[in-house]
């Protein structure tokens, strides 16, 4: 074997496994979402931004479940993905108002949540049920929607009360929210393998 592979597989041996589990089956793209944003102000700019027709692939995902004191186990959401799509913008102050549609870019990136969710189980698979979750995840974009905003920010001569700097940052890394109000995630126990189920199974609330 070799003394380099000797010492591979004692590394290997001597590191933890990744922990928690990946829900394969959520992996995949996912086509004609609809998002839309609250809207941005930088002074007296009010910027709605909006995405009627929005495309995602899920590459990969992580979730890692620890015990807490409060009961619910304390819950951390790994996620990588891209997409495309258009981006319609808004603008108004004062007597401003235009409205301008482009394409728009999701390059890949990864995003982690945390949290509190609470597992419960029955014959047929798990549910996982978000207690605590934040409101919004950041998430980065490219569009020459980005440029035109910023243009007309710049194009207004309002510089002492307006960051249009600022204002690209802001629209570059959107805050998307949430979507709340959801019952669970249901996982069919068939997706699941033996080890994960046994993950799981640690966390069910009795």
């Known amino acids: 074997m070799g003394l380099v592979g000797l010492l591979g597989l004692l590394l290997a041996a001597a590191l933890p496994a990744e922990p928690g589990i990946e829900l394969t089956h959520l992996n995949g793209t996912y086509a004609g979402l609809g998002v839309g ?10 910027i709605r931004l909006s995405s009627p027709s929005l495309e995602l692939t899920l590459h990969r995902n992580r979730l890692v479940l620890n015990p807490s004191e409060g009961g619910d186990p304390d819950a951390r959401v790994e996620a990588e993905f891209e997409g495309a ?3 319609v913008a808004q603008i108004e102050g004062g007597t401003l108002a235009t409205r301008f549609r482009d394409p728009v870019v999701v390059p890949r990136q990864v995003v982690e949540l945390r949290g509190k969710a609470r597992v419960t189980r029955d014959p047929e698979g798990y549910t996982l049920h978000v207690v605590e ?10 569009s020459g929607a980005v440029g035109r905003c910023v243009t007309v920010c710049r194009g207004l001569g309002l510089l002492a009360v307006v960051d249009c700097g600022r204002l690209e940052r802001t629209l570059s890394t959107l805050q998307v929210p949430i979507r ?4 669970g995630l249901r996982v069919p126990r068939a997706r699941l393998g033996a080890s994960d189920r046994a993950y799981l199974d640690r966390f069910v609330r009795p």
């Open 180 to 183: 709340s109000g959801q019952t």
């Open 37 to 46: 944003l609250a809207p941005i102000r930088e002074g007296p700019l009010a």
């Open 133 to 142: 979750a934040p409101s919004s995840v950041p998430v980065r974009i490219r």
């Open 85 to 87: 799509g258009d981006l």
